[in-house]
């Protein structure tokens, strides 16, 4: 019988130091041990605030009108800035910043990748890093989004265009999946953490992975055992507490 092959954070640590092409591909695990309710888990903001995300991010109804949007964006906004990356999100960044990782692939939109110092993030759902204005096309940062849903209803571009960030909505491409699927198909070592793998399109993407693949969840995970692809059923910050004890640089 084919099954995952075993491992551990000291086998993880000897695959990451032998690795120069790390790919991280997170999910919502990730935010979660961050402090950030998963959308629609019992205190989510679907549920606690009765948001209707097939409303919310529908990008005609937000043409239509975009009130809906902008009062989720001010509660998801207001509860992001409270929140601190976490072990996991820090790791990542080093590890990118020791020349291991070459991109952070996320499902997730809070931006915590970017917030922790990831700088090669491919959010394939999109986020809140930027928002462009569908009128003029100018860019807005988080910054500056997080100060206007506060002080406006509705942000506008001073062109009186009307701003949208870069969250991709239901009816609108997922541009960002050719980038991530060419990161993932040049990994040597592609983490997948905190995501079940249900939601498409991120579930292809291991199947492009260049190299090993390691799961870290808690949870049932839709993906198939293979003699390359191993599974870890563990809190993420321990886990990566563990392997960032074990990891010891190489001296190049
Ligand atoms: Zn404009």
Partial sequence: MVGYQTTDAADCAERIRASNRVVALTGAGVSTAAGLPDFRGPNGLYVTRRYDPETVFDIDAFRRN???????????????HTLQPTLTHRFLADLEGRGKLTAVVTQNIDSLHQKAGSRNVVAIHGDYWTSHCLYCHAEFNLEYLARAVVEEEVPHCPCSGLIKPDVVFFGEPVCSFDRASAVVAESDYLLVLGSSLNVYPAALLPDLAGGDVLVVNQGEVGLPPLPHRSLVDADLDEFFGEVSGLYKPTCS
């Fill in 66 to 80: 975009p009130v809906p949007f902008y009062d989720f964006t001010r509660d998801f906004l207001g509860s992001v």
